[in-house]
């Protein structure tokens, strides 16, 4: 092959996998490579299109803005592109970035300094101040239609402080503690994680049900105003303008002379960036003379007075010491790498996950192995690479048992998973400990006490072996556990009876059915009222009802056909739990109510409220209006809470909350 045939095919690969990564990131939001990876080979291609110019071919993915539009939604085509930034990475890189800023305006430029939020690039329009259109970047020529989903984000303004008409650019993102949360919750329910805060925020938003999207937690940044007459002369006056109209604006940034302050402010962020909750992997440096930035104008791609600072990728090498395996609530068998400590991301990470059995085979990992560490999904590190290179031969290899390690059951696979399950629910200790637990959590049955050390407590002395004998337990017997007394068994017991009453769809999310998480819960508990009839429907039923789908209906069916499980339900009903979904409608005791729920609720999540609210007859709104009926206020309300006091709507505090709902879920 001669030389300029490699080079062509070089070209060719490289296009076809960045491409490929592109379709990853920008439509199915799930990203196959890291940002170092991917613009590695972005600037390789770069740098061979450049000195072979004559086989750069005309569709190649460096001309392009960014990824295609996923199409599920209606498109927005942009008046002018909405375009992505080049990157520089080390002190060199940005030393010529700014020598051309330098011969560009005759003398050292002033810079706007700004973190780089790790989101999803938003088009918003306003027409009188008022929210009109809302899309996402898309491929930078024209993006997805989302403004049902930005009306339900409360970060975002429908009404800016002044009338203006204006076309601004924003990120919305999930907050880290926000992305916790939400992988947390998919965890329970046996839903996929998703892979990092800016693909769980591109799900999130474009979602074609708005409502999944309020519950997501969404926030936003905004720092472009694309489109308005007259533009504001400088960046700085951009970012203040955009905060006077009340939109919300990332408060550290900087305003830098010359280039010794962009080094300064980027050695300040190196560190710092990992106390914020957002994820962040560099900056956004600007000039700040906008006149100037608009008559340098831009590539194909990229502004030419603007430039993204990438700090290195956050990868740490460690060693693993061994390899350990939990059994999950669902039976689900996880492996999880024992490792020497490493610092990354700014805390010293201990354990890192390997998913699977099928990831350890792929991954050739050995105890003692050196490896590439990496945070993903920020549950737990992952281990990423082995480096085979530094093998000394003394490395052991690991073998995935075909017993549980808790209970020594056969486990079993699934043709269509990777993860290997223990079916034994109730006779694995494992198991049988994360189901209380899951049992008495704030979404399920709602036991305050019932916590990880109680039920510990609870099995050490043989007083539980399922959630039916909670309903049994007696305040002698709990007063004389170590650690408890009087006062704790007392209150446990009034969690326990105050239990009985939950609504149906809280005790079919307890029952631990897999892939139910609240949601199903809920849908299953509306449409069939009593467990009874949920108990003996056909699978063909169930999988209709909106929501459930035919792997969500044959779990359920499997698990009520099962005698074991649907005794363990029988003792439940015999305990005296409640059996049916309050109604809804014309009679509930919020109907005709608009309720705002804000700030952190102690009882109960904000989504299972906001379930409640719906289910007793009341609507749920996301700002508080003239036409909001009550504020529920948790704790840290924020500004709704001074809105709705303005306003002279009611307010009250959760437990007064609970009072007046309490009756209607009893109903």
Known sequence: MSGEAEVRERMRRLADLIRDYDRRYYIQDNPAVSDAEYDALVQELMQLEAAYPALAAPDSPTRRVGGRPAGDLKT??????????????????????????????????????????????????????????????GDGLQGEDVTANVHVIDAIPAVLTEPVTVEIRGEIYLPKSGFATLNARRLAAGEALFANPRNAAAGSLRQLDPEVTRGRGLQAFFYEI??????????????????????????????????????????????????????????VLKLNN?????????????????????????????????????????????????????RLKGTTVTRASLHNANIIQALDVRVGDSVEVRKAGEVIPEVVRVLTELRTGREVPFQFPRECPECGTPLVRDAEEATWRCPNQWGCPAQRRESLIHFGSRGAMDIGGLGEKTVDALLAAGLVQEPADLYRLDGDTLAALPRFGDI?????????????????????????????????????ARRFGRLEALMNAPEEELAEIPGVGPVLAQSVAEFFRDPTQRARVQHLVEAGVNQEEPRTGADGPLTGQTIVITGTLERMSRQAAEQLV??????????????????????????????????????????????????????
């Open 76 to 137: 927005v085509v942009f008046d002018e592109p909405v375009l992505s930034l080049a990157n520089v990475r080390s002190e060199e890189e940005l030393k010529e970035f700014h020598q051309r800023m330098v011969e560009a305006v005759g003398g050292e430029p002033d810079y706007v300094a700004e973190l780089k939020i790790d989101g999803l690039s938003v088009v918003i329009d306003y027409r009188d101040g008022r929210l009109w259109r809302a899309a996402t970047r």
């Open 290 to 342: 906008l006149e100037m930035t608009r008559a340098l104008g831009h590539t194909q791609k990229s502004p030419r007075a603007q430039v993204a600072f990438k700090y290195p990728a956050e990868i740490a090498v460690t060693r693993v010491l061994g390899i350990a395996l939990s059994v999950g609530r669902t039976g689900a068998v996880t492996p999880t790498a024992d490792l020497e400590p490493v």
């Open 488 to 524: 704790a068994a007392r209150n446990l017991l009034t969690a326990i009876a105050e239990s009985r009453r939950r609504p149906l769809s809280r005790l079919i999310f307890a029952l631990n059915i897999r892939h139910v998480g609240e949601k199903a819960a809920l849908s299953l």
């Open 614 to 667: 719906v289910t007793l007859g009341g609507r749920v709104a996301s700002t508080v209006s003239s036409r909001t009926t009550l504020l529920v206020a948790g704790s840290a309300p924020g500004s709704k809470l001074a809105r709705a006091q303005e306003l002279g709507v009611p307010v009250i505090d959760e437990e007064e909350f609970w009072r007046r709902t309490a009756n209607g879920a009893k109903s």
């Open 226 to 283: 694309r489109h308005q007459n007259p533009l504001p002369a400088t960046q700085d006056q951009t970012l203040e303008t955009l905060r006077r109209w009340g939109l919300p604006v990332e408060e550290h940034w900087a305003l830098c002379h010359g280039f010794a302050d962009l080094v300064a402010f980027i050695g300040v962020w190196e560190s710092r960036r990992h106390d914020l909750d957002f994820e962040t992997d560099g900056l």
